[in-house]
T-cell receptor, first 116, second 113 residues
Framework: AQSVTQPDIHITVSEGASLELRCNYSYGATPYLFWYVQSPGQGLQLLLKYFSGDTLVQGIKGFEAEFKRSQSSFNLRKPSVHWSDAAEYFCAVDRARGAGSYQLTFGKGTKLSVIP | DGGITQSPKYLFRKEGQNVTLSCEQNLNHDAMYWYRQDPGQGLRLIYYSQIVNDFQKGDIAEGYSVSREKKESFPLTVTSAQKNPTAFYLC????????????FGSGTRLTVV
């Protein structure tokens, strides 16, 4: 079964420091991978997505992620964190449910706190 | 601007009462989804629909019901059979067959007292 693991429940970084959020997936075929961000009490906003091609993908708000097939990973990175990046981050992989239908399976999320 | 509207943002109900959460989209998306979010649990799929008058159970459908009478609307009813209904509920939509991810609403926080 397809699954997504985010090993870190909570990460705290200082403003201006670099950030890496980990995501490992289990999927039998070529995965379509996503990172979403959620501010408290809000919906999810798509940060970036990977389908194929270049394994380093750029997203909004200065985020990037690298797909590593050999490690089944899709880690999210940002060179310099801003206080406004404090939020919860979700990694997701879509899974086939037949008849051309796909549904997203989400990891349990990583909460990011930023120290001023 | 196109998007998904969930209402109300906060909802309080007494135990044993059914309650319906609204989800409307004007993105012309065929597929719509309901997720439940609990702290530390991520998002879990309740129901999804790919076409009007058709829907399928997700991973945690027990105690919930849905309808899809219009393409734009996908209301979720939390019934009295749902043992632990207090949660944050998210609605999403997507284009079928395009694996480009979902557009999410801003959620409804349901508290049952």
């Amino acid at each position: 079964a397809q699954s997504v693991t985010q090993p870190d429940i909570h990460i705290t970084v200082s403003e201006g420091a670099s950030l890496e959020l980990r995501c490992n997936y289990s999927y039998g075929a070529t995965p379509y991978l996503f990172w979403y961000v959620q501010s408290p009490g809000q919906g999810l906003q798509l940060l970036l997505k990977y389908f194929s091609g270049d394994t380093l993908v750029q997203g909004i708000k200065g985020f990037e992620a690298e797909f590593k097939r050999s490690q089944s990973s899709f880690n999210l990175r940002k060179p310099s964190v801003h206080w406004s990046d404090a939020a919860e981050y979700f990694c997701a992989v879509d899974r086939a449910r037949g008849a051309g239908s796909y549904q997203l399976t989400f990891g349990k999320g990583t909460k990011l706190s930023v120290i001023p | 601007d196109g998007g998904i509207t969930q209402s109300p943002k906060y909802l309080f109900r007494k135990e044993g009462q059914n309650v319906t959460l609204s989800c409307e989209q004007n993105l012309n998306h065929d597929a719509m989804y309901w997720y439940r979010q609990d702290p530390g649990q991520g998002l879990r799929l309740i129901y999804y629909s790919q076409i009007v008058n058709d829907f399928q159970k997700g991973d945690i459908a027990e105690g919930y019901s849905v309808s899809r009478e219009k393409k734009e609307s996908f209301p979720l009813t939390v019934t009295s059979a749902q043992k632990n209904p207090t949660a944050f509920y998210l609605c999403a939509s997507s284009v079928i067959g395009e694996r480009y991810g979902y557009t999410f609403g801003s959620g409804t926080r349901l508290t049952v007292v």
